[in-house]
């Protein structure tokens, strides 16, 4: 099966302007995943979607930060007005839904933002 | 508010060596357990996860963890590393709220030596 695509795979951008990221499932996942990873940290999830509706956004800075799928397939996240500290790899991620919390994720290749 | 901690954040060892990363996480309630790993110029890839059942797990490449309910832990093993799995290892566990959520450790970055 296909994998979890992003893109861009790369950005750099200037404090103050906007950037919009873009990422395809794999095909029948319900659930899709926007992490942020800086370096030298772990992924921090920051807006779960299960099919078009999201299920957790508690560590999303939703002052900048925005994000929709539409359809319950494609996803976009968004960063506007961008800062300094939003340099990272975003990761997107799907997966199954089971009752049991036992799916695991399949992540994608990641977009390395650098904000200068 | 729910955590995992990873103990090392760097390892060298030589081909061979026994290999055991440490996972702690802080969460009273169920819990799901996965121990991910990013090759170089790879993707996050799930090695193993555990969800019920027999505490020991086995995953692909070799790789085991065995959960300790009373320690909130969930360790890695390889009995004997290979230069191949020189890799960066993340602990991650799902905790329901509500739904499941994922909280992901920092990561420990092995480096095996020829």
């Given at each position: 099966e296909a994998g979890v695509a992003q893109s861009p795979r790369y950005k750099i951008i200037e404090?103050?302007?906007?950037?919009?990221?873009?990422?395809?499932?794999?095909?029948?996942?319900a659930t899709l995943y926007w992490y942020q990873q800086i370096l030298g940290q772990g992924p921090k999830l920051l807006i779960q979607f299960q099919n078009n509706g999201v299920v957790?956004?508690?560590?999303?800075?939703?002052?900048?930060?925005?994000?929709?799928?539409?359809?319950g397939v494609d996803s976009t996240l968004k960063i506007q007005p961008a800062k300094l500290e939003d340099s990272a790899v975003y990761l997107c991620a799907s997966s199954r839904i089971t009752g049991t919390g036992s799916y695991e994720q399949y992540f994608g290749p990641g977009t390395r933002l650098t904000v200068t | 508010a729910q955590s995992v901690s990873q103990h090392n954040h760097h390892v060298i060892l030589s081909e061979a060596a026994s290999l055991e990363l440490g996972?702690?996480?802080?969460?009273?309630?169920?819990?799901?357990?996965?121990?991910?790993?990013q090759y170089p110029g790879q993707h996050l890839q799930l090695l193993l996860k555990y969800f019920s059942g027999d505490p020991l797990v086995k995953g692909i490449k070799g790789f085991e963890a065995e959960f300790i309910k009373s320690k909130f832990s969930f360790n890695l093993r390889k009995p004997s590393v290979q230069w191949s799995?020189?890799?960066?290892?993340f602990c991650a566990v799902n905790v329901r709220t509500g739904g499941f959520k994922t909280i992901f450790g920092a990561g420990t970055r092995l480096f095996v030596k020829a």
């Open positions: 404090k103050r302007q906007s950037v919009a990221f873009w990422c395809n499932p794999i095909s029948g996942h957790d956004d508690s560590q999303l800075p939703k002052d900048r930060f925005s994000a929709e799928r539409l359809k | 996972c702690n996480y802080s969460y009273g309630g169920t819990v799901n357990l996965f121990w991910y790993v799995d020189t890799a960066e290892y």
